[in-house]
C-alpha cells in the first residue's frame, strides 16, 4: 500500500510543482518507489520541471477515460530509476477529472508503489479538492507573506472536512508545513514573516524550510529537479524535508542570515 | 542615526503587522469552519434586517453555531452605534 502525499497550497505561484518534484525525486532517490502525478489539467508543468516533456504521450486524463493504460501513461524518469511521472492533460478540461476515475487511477498505482505525490493545482475548487481527496498526508506549501499563509489556512480547513479521511471519519490527514522562498535577510530586517510566526498561526508541524535560491530557477531552466543540485541550499533543504517525511530527526537549516565573509563581500558572491 | 533608528523601526513593523492581521484573518476563518454552509447567508440577511431599522456597519454583526450535547445555540452579536 503505497502512500498518498498531496502537495498543496490554495495560492498559486508558491513553490508547489517546485516540491512536488523535488520531493518525489528525494524519496526514490532513498529507494523509494515513487510516482508523481500532475493533477494541474489544463495547465501542466510537472513534466517540464521533471525534464520528460518530450516522452509525454498519454496523461491522466486518458487513463480515467480508458484510452490509456497507466505503464502506457507513466514516464519513467531518465536519472532515478524507481522514479515514475504521470502527466496532467495539456488539452483536456478539469471536468474530465472524476472522483472514482482518480480513486481507480490510485488504487491500482497503490499496489506497485511505496509513495505517490500528488501535485495540486492552485485554487481550491474541484481539480484541488480532488488532488487531496484520498491523501494520506499533505504538504502544504506556504510563502511567508500574508495572502500565502491566508489560503494555506483556507486550504487546511478544506484537508479537515472535504477529504476521504474527514468524509469516513478516519484518522485525519497528516498535515505538513512547508515554507519555501524563505528569505532570512529580510526576516532580519523585519519585512518578511519569519517562520516562528507561520508555524504559530497554521499551528502545523513544520516538515521543511526552502530559502529562496537561485538553484531553483536553474534548476527549472535544465528541467533537472533541484534535489540533484546538492551543491545549492535549496537542494540541501529538499533532502532534509525528504528526511524528515521519512520520520528522521533532521536539525534546521538555512533559516538564518548568512553572515557573508570579506571576500564575498567584496566580490559580491550571490547564494547559490 | 535617530533618522536611521526611525526607518528600522518602521521597517520592523510591515513583518508584525502582517502577523497580527493573519492571526485575526485565521482566527475568523477557523470560527466559521465546520458551520453549515447557509451561516454567511443566514448572517447577510439578518444583517440587512437589522439595517432596517438601525444603521449599523457591515463588521457590526458575528454570529455562530455552537453545538451542544442535544442542542445548537445559534449566537447572534449586534453591536448598536452610540445613541445621540
Ligand atoms: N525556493 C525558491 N527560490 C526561488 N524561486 C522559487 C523557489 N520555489 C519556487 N520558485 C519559483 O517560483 C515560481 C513558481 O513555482 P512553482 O511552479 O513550483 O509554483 P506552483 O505553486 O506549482 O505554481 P502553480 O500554482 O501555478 O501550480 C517558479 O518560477 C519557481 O522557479
Ligand atoms: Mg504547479
Known amino acids: 500500500m503505497a502512500k498518498i502525499i498531496v502537495v498543496t497550497s490554495g495560492k498559486g505561484g508558491v513553490g508547489k510543482t517546485t516540491s512536488a518534484a523535488a520531493i518525489a525525486t528525494g524519496l526514490a532517490l532513498r529507494g523509494n518507489k515513487t510516482v508523481v502525478i500532475d493533477f494541474d489539467v489544463g495547465l501542466r508543468n510537472l513534466d517540464l520541471i521533471m525534464g520528460c516533456e518530450r516522452r509525454v504521450v498519454y496523461d491522466l486524463i486518458n487513463v480515467i477515460q480508458g484510452e490509456a493504460g497507466l505503464n502506457q501513461a507513466m514516464i519513467r524518469d531518465k536519472r532515478v530509476d524507481n522514479l515514475h511521472i504521470l502527466p496532467a492533460s495539456q488539452t483536456r478540461d478539469k471536468d474530465a477529472l472524476t472522483e472514482e476515475g482518480v480513486e481507480r487511477v490510485l488504487g491500482s498505482l497503490s499496489e506497485e508503489f511505496d509513495y505517490i505525490i500528488c501535485d495540486s493545482p492552485a485554487g481550491i475548487e474541484r481539480g484541488a479538492q480532488l488532488a487531496m481527496h484520498f491523501a494520506d498526508e499533505a504538504v502544504v506549501v506556504t510563502n511567508p507573506e500574508v495572502s500565502s499563509v491566508r489560503d494555506s489556512d483556507r486550504i487546511l480547513g478544506l484537508l479537515s472536512s472535504k477529504t476521504r479521511r474527514a468524509e469516513k471519519n478516519q484518522e485525519p490527514i497528516k498535515e505538513h508545513l512547508l515554507i519555501t522562498r524563505y528569505d532570512p535577510m529580510r526576516v532580519d530586517s523585519g519585512d518578511m514573516l519569519n517562520l516562528q510566526d507561520i508555524q504559530e498561526i497554521l499551528a502545523i508541524n513544520l516538515i521543511g524550510l526552502i530559502p529562496e535560491s537561485e538553484a531553483v530557477l536553474r534548476a527549472s531552466n535544465q528541467g533537472v529537479p533541484v534535489t540533484h543540485d546538492q551543491q545549492s541550499d535549496a537542494g540541501q533543504a529538499y533532502v532534509d524535508t525528504v528526511s524528515r517525511l521519512l520520520g528522521e530527526d533532521v536539525p534546521l537549516r538555512f533559516h538564518e542570515a548568512q553572515k557573508k565573509g570579506f571576500l564575498s563581500r567584496m566580490f559580491g558572491g550571490g547564494r547559490r | ?84
Not at chain 2, 542615526?1 to 503587522?17: G, I, P, Q, T
Open chain 2, 1 to 84: 542615526m535617530k533618522l536611521l533608528d526611525f526607518l528600522k523601526r518602521e521597517r520592523k513593523k510591515s513583518a508584525s503587522v502582517a502577523k497580527e492581521r493573519l492571526q485575526i484573518i485565521v482566527a475568523h476563518q477557523r470560527g466559521q469552519r465546520g458551520q453549515p454552509d447557509y451561516m454567511p447567508m443566514l448572517e447577510r440577511e439578518l444583517l440587512e434586517v437589522i439595517r432596517r431599522y438601525v444603521e449599523v456597519e457591515q463588521d457590526a454583526i458575528s454570529i455562530s453555531l455552537d453545538s451542544e450535547d442535544d442542542c445548537s445555540v445559534l449566537e447572534l452579536n449586534v453591536t448598536l452605534p452610540n445613541r445621540g
